[in-house]
């Protein structure tokens, strides 16, 4: 039974350019959340994905944006990518309205 | 944003010693997990709690939900070096959603 997995482990992006992650979500979970956490910080919660919708927004811009698929997976975007946005980006899956939520890995994004 | 505060910040203990930590916050929430984090992973579910004043257990971890549902705390006995990480409470408050808050992290450095 896969867990959480994301892809790419590890990204190098400049000022400006625009990103995509990935996650698929543990076998049987049909809710996405997104996750930034920054060096020493606890996750800060972006968004969660349920039924092919962005459910609840946490507190980011508008450059974060993002996408649920049919089968559960999600894609996290982010466009004019800052110097800050450099950090942990995680995913992690859960059932609708449950209260445990199961991380994945983690995609680290470094802005040059 | 919302603040759960985790005390202490970080702690230096000799195998074998007991730790206890804990998590507060001005907000009411539903539910109180506990994850524990390696450096450059993403967080792992230890324990979940589900109403005021419960207590669980999982081997030699130990939590409960605080009374007020403001608090939660994690005991760990007889500490051993895999125990080494940082460890975040997390939880949804109360009437505010799906949305997924976390503490500051207490940082927990084992010394065999």
């Known amino acids: 039974d896969a867990g959480v997995t994301q892809s790419p482990t590890h990204l190098i992006k400049t000022r400006g350019q625009q990103v995509t992650l990935r996650c698929s979500p543990k076998?049987?979970?049909?809710?996405v959340s997104w996750y930034q956490q920054a060096l020493g910080q606890g996750p800060q919660f972006i968004f969660q994905?349920?039924?092919?919708?962005?459910?609840q927004r946490g507190n980011f811009p508008d450059r974060f944006s993002g996408h649920q698929f049919p089968n559960y997976s999600s894609e996290l975007n982010v466009n004019a990518l800052l110097l800050g946005d450099s950090a942990l980006y995680l995913c992690?899956?859960?059932?609708?309205?449950?209260?445990?939520?199961?991380f994945g890995p983690g995609t680290r994004l470094t802005v040059l | 944003g919302q603040q759960l505060n985790q005390s202490p910040q970080s702690m230096f203990i000799q195998e074998g010693e007991d730790v206890s930590m804990n998590c507060t916050s001005s907000?009411?929430?539903?539910?109180w997990l506990w994850y524990k984090q390696d450096p450059g992973e993403g967080p792992v579910l230890l324990i979940a709690?589900?109403?005021?004043?419960e207590l669980t257990s999982n081997g030699r971890l130990t939590a409960q939900f605080g009374i007020t549902r403001k608090d939660s705390f994690l005991n760990i006995s007889a500490s051993i070096p895999s125990d080494v990480g940082i460890y975040f409470c997390?939880?949804?408050?109360?009437?505010?959603?799906?949305?997924?808050?976390f503490g500051t992290g207490t940082s927990l450095t084992v010394i065999p």
């Open positions: 992690a899956s859960s059932l609708v309205d449950g209260n445990e939520q199961f």
């Open positions: 076998s049987g979970h049909d809710t």
């Open positions: 994905y349920y039924e092919e919708e962005e459910r």
């Open positions: 907000s009411i929430f539903n539910t």
């Open positions: 709690l589900y109403k005021a004043g």
């Open positions: 997390a939880g949804p408050i109360s009437n505010t959603g799906n949305q997924f808050y």
